[in-house]
């Protein structure tokens, strides 16, 4: 009996633990969106950016490489407890493991490529730029660079600020260029679909960061799809 309440049990604490960590990307997105100034102002400059974007993640996957040992593809437990007390920042073993399980959407063991991108994203929005510069004191600039533009993307598209992108706010963005044909709605409907990936009608950080990378076009050979970028 004590195992089955257990059983059910766990995904309770999953959707505790992602909810808490929403939270507190929604509170570090607010907090950031006080102290910066806006860094795009329509749907068109961000799609310009996506070749840079390629090419920050492609500096991205170099140091991946780097913290891949065994070059399998994966970084494993041992290779990440490396990389992370690298990191130096204050979370306990528990909270690193949530924060990891937070990141991965496809329950394989180890962090892959997109998931390192994703959780060193996150970590350098809640801890700020001490977390690149460990990582690689060379390429932090590129690092900062880079997340600074995507985090600041999502921030365009989420309208109220709640860290919680809606399908309205996509297609109020994608249509406010008064001098442009409005976007039909069967191509947002089909953007934000590629967007919430959990299929609960709302896209986080994380869920934007992982469309963006496979919109930049850069993916290994086990990544996802070839769905159509915006």
Not at 45 to 59: A, N, Q, V, Y
Not at 70 to 89: A, Y
Not at 208 to 228: H, K, P, V
Request: proline share 2%.
């Amino acid at each position: 009996m004590g195992m089955v309440a257990s059983i059910c049990m766990e995904p309770i604490k999953r959707r505790r633990v992602e909810k808490d960590l929403d939270d507190k990307v929604a509170d570090a997105l607010r907090e950031r969106t006080r102290s910066r100034q806006r860094t795009f102002r329509s749907v068109n400059s961000i799609t310009m950016r996506l070749p840079r974007f390629k090419e920050g993640l492609s500096d991205i996957k170099d140091i991946f490489d780097q913290h891949d040992e065994d070059s399998d593809g994966t970084i494993d437990n041992e290779e990440r407890q490396s990389f992370l007390s690298k990191l130096q920042v204050q979370m306990s073993e528990k909270e690193m493991d949530n924060l990891h399980h937070y990141c991965d959407i496809d329950s394989r063991s180890g962090i892959q490529f997109q998931e390192f991108v994703v959780l060193l994203c996150l970590m350098y929005l809640l801890f700020g730029p001490d977390v690149t510069r460990r990582v690689s004191e060379f390429e932090s600039a590129k690092l900062n660079y880079i997340f600074d533009e995507l985090i600041d993307a999502f921030i365009f598209f989420d309208k109220d600020g709640d860290g919680k992108m809606k399908r309205k706010d996509v297609t109020h963005r994608m249509n406010e260029a008064s001098h442009q044909e409005r976007t039909p709605s069967h191509i947002t409907a089909q953007l934000f679909k590629e967007m919430d990936l959990n299929r609960n009608g709302k896209v986080n950080l994380k869920e934007f960061l992982y469309s963006m990378i496979r919109w930049a076009g850069l993916e290994t050979e086990d990544d996802g799809s070839n769905e159509a970028s915006p």
